[in-house]
């Protein structure tokens, strides 16, 4: 079976668990938040592997560092959505620390990839 250039990515792994984390926490939220914060935060958490994964497919290390940017825009969406969460007593404060935790990782990963997406893209000018 071919292995996709993303699939050895450590942040697009540690994103693709924190996902899966994701819809077993918002698994216990409240059934009046199915399309409220449970569908935002699935939404979001995905689309920070997504477009790893997208972002790998792209010629020029400008337009990777693009999509590592995206991802990190949906990172930070779902720390807010995360915060509002706890604040409406959806999550408890330990998962809360938890979830917080992994998120901080794959925001610096993804910060240190971006870095060197860049440099690499200005190297080659």
């Given at each position: 079976?071919?292995?996709?250039?993303?699939?050895?990515?450590?942040?697009w792994?540690?994103?693709?668990?924190?996902?899966k984390?994701?819809?077993?926490?918002?698994?216990?939220?409240?059934?009046?938040?199915?399309?409220?914060?449970?569908?935002?935060?699935?939404?979001a958490?995905?689309?920070?592997?997504?477009?790893?994964?997208e972002?790998?497919?792209?010629?020029t290390?400008k337009?990777?560092?693009?999509?590592?940017?995206?991802s990190?825009?949906?990172?930070v969406?779902?720390?807010?959505?995360?915060?509002?969460?706890?604040?409406?007593?959806?999550?408890?404060?330990?998962?809360?620390?938890?979830?917080?935790e992994?998120?901080?990782?794959i925001?610096?990963?993804?910060?240190?990839?971006?870095?060197h997406?860049i440099?690499?893209?200005?190297?080659n000018?």
């Amino acid at each position: 079976m071919y292995i996709y250039s993303f699939e050895k990515v450590v942040v697009w792994n540690e994103a693709k668990e924190f996902t899966k984390h994701i819809y077993t926490i918002t698994s216990e939220f409240p059934d009046t938040e199915k399309f409220g914060l449970t569908s935002q935060l699935r939404r979001a958490s995905v689309s920070i592997c997504s477009n790893i994964a997208e972002g790998s497919a792209r010629s020029t290390q400008k337009d990777k560092a693009r999509f590592t940017t995206m991802s990190f825009s949906s990172d930070v969406e779902v720390m807010n959505q995360l915060i509002i969460a706890k604040e409406l007593s959806f999550i408890s404060e330990n998962n809360y620390r938890t979830v917080r935790e992994k998120l901080e990782s794959i925001t610096n990963k993804l910060n240190s990839l971006r870095n060197h997406q860049i440099n690499k893209s200005t190297e080659n000018k």
